[in-house]
């Protein structure tokens, strides 16, 4: 069964960091590229990074560019987000997700970023 099982979410000050986790189960994980998602209630879930199935390549949105860094470690089956520089509009739920298993999707871990 594929799961995925955020973590690392929390509250934080303007400019601080966050590092988002997300481990993953039920297919190889290696094979597939990984993206990060984020949705703030009553609006679209946005895409906010992605990386291919070996972690050599990364893009991001341009709301983060410069800000936040994708990363993945394949013998754990885990994918990171390091956000830094955090601002108020970076509140929402994050989620990862992988397109190869489109339906499905973890319960998210809140980021919540206000002084």
């Known amino acids: 069964q594929v799961q995925f099982v955020e973590s690392g979410g929390g509250l934080v000050q303007p400019g601080g960091s966050l590092r988002l986790s997300c481990t993953a189960s039920g297919f190889t994980f290696r094979l597939y590229a990984m993206n990060w998602y984020r949705q703030v209630p009553g609006k679209e879930r946005e895409l906010v990074a992605g990386i291919t199935s070996g972690g050599g390549d990364t893009n991001y949105a341009d709301s983060v560019k410069g800000r936040f860094t994708i990363s993945r470690d394949n013998a754990k089956n885990t994918l990171y987000l390091q956000m830094d520089n955090l601002k108020p509009e970076d509140t929402a739920v994050y989620f990862c997700?992988?397109?190869?298993?489109?339906?499905?999707w973890g319960q998210g871990t809140q980021v919540t970023v206000s002084s």
């Open positions: 997700h992988t397109r190869g298993w489109s339906n499905y």
